[in-house]
T-cell receptor
Framework: GAGVSQSPRYKVAKRGQDVALRCDPISGHVSLFWYQQALGQGPEFLTYFQNEAQLDKSGLPSDRFFAERPEGSVSTLKIQRTQQEDSAVYLC???????????FGSGTRLTVV | KQEVTQIPAALSVPEGENLVLNCSFTDSAIYNLQWFRQDPGKGLTSLLLIQSSQREQTSGRLNASLDKSSGRSTLYIAASQPGDSATYLCAVETGANSKLTFGKGITLSVRP
């Protein structure tokens, strides 16, 4: 596609519910990142994929967070048993390769009530 | 650990003014530095990308410079317009996994 597509745009979850956030990167982009942006803050790194391999998941805040990219294209970020502190905008970005900059999606705004 | 700082957090200027937004980073071993714009409730729009071997990049009324050795970048906006009002974020790409480290952003308001 022409850009990075994320869905849903908005998600309201009751505390304790599981959620799944989808990212469809630009076709052919090898690298895919997930970032979390709290209100008034810059985005914080969560995890990185190169093709289908998850090479870095050091930014995932707890074992309730899980990400996958099984076929090296679409990625899903799953949050189990959501908590209020999970409320944030979740951004996905993709790139052709190292050093060539990133294209970001519009993000998914998650609100946990 | 790479840290990126943007000061001030907010800036308000009258329309037509030329302005400079500053960004500093602690580790000079970067692949590149990227400036983004973020409108309220929206994702990030890439404005300019400066490779580590470059000194500056220009796009329209925007000019970004990079001094890698001193860990600084500036984004120059000429003849500011109300439509430039947004949050401006800088980010550096570093490390084996090309992770981006962001500043907290500068929220710019251009008054008509």
């Amino acid at each position: 596609g022409a850009g990075v597509s994320q869905s849903p745009r908005y998600k309201v979850a009751k505390r304790g519910q599981d959620v799944a956030l989808r990212c469809d990167p630009i076709s052919g982009h090898v690298s895919l990142f997930w970032y979390q942006q709290a209100l008034g803050q810059g985005p914080e790194f969560l995890t990185y994929f190169q093709n289908e391999a998850q090479l870095d998941k050091s930014g995932l805040p707890s074992d309730r967070f899980f990400a996958e990219r099984p076929e090296g294209s679409v990625s899903t970020l799953k949050i189990q048993r959501t908590q209020q502190e999970d409320s944030a905008v979740y951004l996905c970005a993709s790139s052709t390769r190292t050093g060539f900059g990133y294209t970001f999606g519009s993000g998914t705004r998650l609100t946990v009530v | 650990k790479q840290e990126v700082t943007q000061i001030p957090a907010a800036l308000s200027v009258p329309e037509g003014e030329n302005l400079v937004l500053n960004c500093s980073f602690t580790d000079s071993a970067i692949y590149n530095l990227q400036w983004f714009r973020q409108d309220p409730g929206k994702g990030l729009t890439s404005l300019l990308l400066i490779q580590s071997s470059q000194r500056e990049q220009t796009s329209g009324r925007l000019n970004a410079s990079l001094d890698k050795s001193s860990g600084r970048s500036t984004l120059y906006i000429a003849a500011s317009q109300p439509g430039d009002s947004a949050t401006y974020l800088c980010a550096v790409e570093t490390g084996a996994n090309s992770k981006l480290t962001f500043g907290k952003g500068i929220t710019l308001s251009v008054r008509p």
